[in-house]
């Protein structure tokens, strides 16, 4: 959420970096209704210190003998202008409130400017896309073929869009958390989490999820509690509604869990295979920072997802994603694409993004510094460890050869108990 005080200070900087995320976006209203509220409570601080006068001679009054019935009455009425004046002022707060719930966060300074997703900018590569000397086929077909993935029962069972995994390749997705957890913990340093994948809306609005994309969450009926769409949502709220001190300052947290989405606004995108289902597993990382640590350890979060591309030899790419097609709730972000020969071209595998305070704000997370004992809130950073279902069909269309058969990479193989599946 933006800092209402920085919006008063700065509303043409505010508007200026929201409209090179959107046009259409603007602070006006809010900055309207929080001049209304501030002028209600104005005028009730004014009959506050009326009403203070006032009772003070009522005692006054009351010592010298004298009849207050007259003041008395008066102070009553005033009482009951300050209660109307604050009902006005509940309802300006909560006016304001939902507005700046449903305000994106402003684009960093260094965020490229764009108006699409085709102004993004390649910051770096890893890897030549793969070619073969024979005809590469799509992951779905090869999923089928080998028996690891029932498309048709999965379906069956759910609806569109779930999965059920079998044998092998059940083997390989818990394989790939295991690594990806096991990496993230041991070479980076993370703290293992595994967290409630049911969260309340408290939890689900402190990191942006709500009230602006309600149509793409699974809600529990008659009970405050969604499934979540992302490790993300009950990581980053441990600490909502805490105040931590400086020196447990930066915080590396990891979480594999099964993330659950609607996706309301994708008809017609990727209906086939495993690039965008209603239910997957994830590994996620998520970092709590001191504003001055924030922009460093975005780009460290960033090479730890890169870095197990890397470790199972895919080739991929880093993008830095411009201001009208970065995430809701961040003010800056790098996608990491896996090339997936089936597309010819790369897809999100990570998205690794910096929110600022944005987050905080919402989820009311804080610190205090160390040397001066002031309390401001803390900066909120969040990251793909990868997307498991995305790897595996990364893996099967990377890594298939002439026979028909896939070979694991190297470093599964001890996850795996088997080097290819046949």
């Given at each position: 959420m933006l800092d209402i005080k920085l919006i008063r200070e700065n509303p043409e900087k505010i508007n200026e970096l929201l409209k090179r995320r959107n046009p259409e976006l603007s602070i006006d209203e809010v900055l309207q209704i929080d001049t209304q509220r501030r002028a209600v409570q104005t005028e009730a601080d004014e009959l506050r210190s009326k009403r203070k006068n006032e009772s003070q001679k009522i005692g006054e009054l009351k010592k010298q003998g004298q009849n207050t019935d007259e003041i008395q009455e008066e102070v009553r009425?005033?009482?009951?202008?300050?209660?109307?004046?604050?009902?006005?002022?509940?309802?300006?707060?909560?006016?304001?409130?939902?507005?700046?719930?449903?305000?994106?966060?402003?684009?960093?300074?260094?965020?490229?400017?764009?108006?699409?997703?085709?102004?993004?900018?390649?910051?770096?590569?890893?890897?030549?896309?793969?070619?073969?000397d024979f005809e590469l086929k799509p992951h779905w077909d090869i999923a089928e073929e080998k028996g690891i993935v029932d498309f048709e029962r999965g379906v069956k069972l759910s609806q569109s869009r779930f999965i059920l995994y079998r044998g092998k390749g059940a083997v390989l997705e818990r394989a790939i958390i295991n690594f990806f957890l096991d990496v993230h913990t041991k070479e980076h340093g993370y703290e293992e989490i595994l967290p409630p994948v049911l969260v309340n809306s408290a939890a689900m609005t402190g990191t942006g999820q709500l009230p602006k994309f309600?149509?793409?969450?699974?809600?529990?009926?008659?009970?405050?509690?969604?499934?979540?769409?992302?490790?993300?949502?009950?990581?980053?709220?441990?600490?909502?509604?805490?105040?931590?001190n400086e020196e447990d300052l930066p915080k590396y947290m990891t979480a594999y869990t099964p993330c659950f989405r609607r996706e309301a606004g994708s008809a017609g995108k990727d209906t086939r295979g495993l690039i965008r289902v209603h239910q997957f597993n994830k590994v996620e990382l998520v970092k709590l920072t001191t504003p001055e640590q924030s922009h460093e350890e975005h780009l460290k979060l960033?090479?730890?997802?890169?870095?197990?591309?890397?470790?199972?030899?895919?080739?991929?790419?880093?993008?830095?994603?411009?201001?009208?097609?970065?995430?809701?709730?961040?003010?800056?972000?790098?996608?990491?694409?896996?090339?997936?020969?089936?597309?010819?071209?790369?897809?999100?595998?990570?998205?690794?993004?910096?929110?600022?305070?944005?987050?905080?704000?919402?989820?009311?997370?804080?610190?205090?510094?160390k040397s001066?004992?002031?309390?401001?809130?803390?900066?909120?950073?969040?990251?793909?460890?990868?997307a498991v279902g995305r790897t595996l069909a990364a893996i099967l269309e990377n890594f298939q050869q002439s026979d028909g058969t896939i070979k694991i990479p190297r470093v599964l193989h001890q996850y795996t108990g088997f080097d290819v599946i046949e």
């Open positions: 009425k005033i009482g009951d202008e300050i209660k109307i004046l604050e009902e006005k002022e509940a309802e300006f707060d909560e006016k304001q409130r939902t507005l700046l719930l449903n305000i994106p966060n402003t684009p960093d300074e260094t965020t490229p400017i764009g108006t699409s997703e085709n102004d993004n900018k390649i910051v770096c590569g890893c890897g030549e896309p793969t070619e073969a309600a149509e793409d969450m699974y809600k529990c009926e008659n009970e405050d509690l969604y499934l979540i769409p992302t490790a993300e949502v009950p990581v980053t709220n441990i600490y909502q509604g805490e105040i931590l960033t090479k730890d997802a890169e870095r197990v591309l890397e470790l199972l030899e895919l080739p991929h790419r880093r993008v830095e994603l411009c201001t009208a097609d970065i995430g809701f709730s961040a003010q800056k972000c790098f996608d990491l694409e896996v090339y997936m020969p089936s597309y010819n071209g790369y897809k999100e595998i990570s998205s690794c993004s910096n929110f600022g305070d944005y987050q905080a704000r919402r989820a009311n997370i804080r610190y205090r510094e001066s004992g002031k309390v401001q809130f803390i900066h909120t950073l969040n990251g793909s460890g990868l």
